[in-house]
């Protein structure tokens, strides 16, 4: 069986400088992954489509990113079992805020993982441990990833308490 994709929307190109976060950790753990530009305001035909179609195309979980009034993520969710993961964007004047409330209180039945605002790694990681559940390749690399992070944390700590 082919390995699932993950499916990286973002409602505009101008969130991609900081959804680009996410693809470079699918590219460091070999995940496959789709890019693309839906809006679920500006293109909602596409978004049904794609959201509709994603468990047939192959795809194991779906990255929504979007700013001001963000329903992207929510729609998805609406046309799909696969679990969502919405990253709101700080792309507008209230710093994300609007998005943040727009992604995360989705109503009972439709559920929404959501990220910190511009929480573009965080997404990518939780959708490496979904998919990470029935691949013990990626199980391993995830874990070999958090020993790395607890190796530096302690290496920085014993540099640090050196210093009187
Ligand atoms: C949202 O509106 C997008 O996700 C983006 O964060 C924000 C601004 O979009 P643009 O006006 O830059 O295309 O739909």
């Known amino acids: 069986m082919d390995k699932l994709k ?18 470079a950790i699918f590219e460091s753990l070999n995940i496959p992954y789709e890019m693309r530009v ?12 794609f959201s509709s179609q994603a468990r047939d195309n192959g795809f194991g979980v779906i990255i929504a990113a979007a700013g001001k009034a963000a329903h992207l993520a929510g729609v998805i969710a609406a046309h799909t079992t696969l679990p969502v993961i ?5 792309s507008s004047t209230f710093d994300g805020m ?7 209180q989705m109503p009972k039945g439709i559920p929404v993982a959501t990220v ?3 929480g573009a790694e965080n997404a990518a990681l939780l ?22 992070m607890t ?9 640090l308490s050196k210093v009187r």
């Open 38 to 49: 839906l809006s679920a305001h500006r293109t909602p035909a596409q978004v049904t489509a």
């Open 98 to 104: 609007d998005a943040l409330l727009s992604t995360v």
């Open 127 to 148: 959708a490496a441990q979904i998919l990470a559940v029935y691949d013990k390749e990626l199980f391993e690399k995830l874990s070999a990833m958090r020993q790395k």
């Open 86 to 90: 919405g990253i709101p964007m700080k």
């Open 6 to 23: 993950v499916g990286l929307i973002m409602g505009s190109d101008s969130d991609y400088p900081v959804v680009k976060g996410a693809a």
């Open 116 to 118: 910190a605002v511009d």
């Open 151 to 159: 190796d530096d944390v302690l290496a920085k700590d014993a540099e």
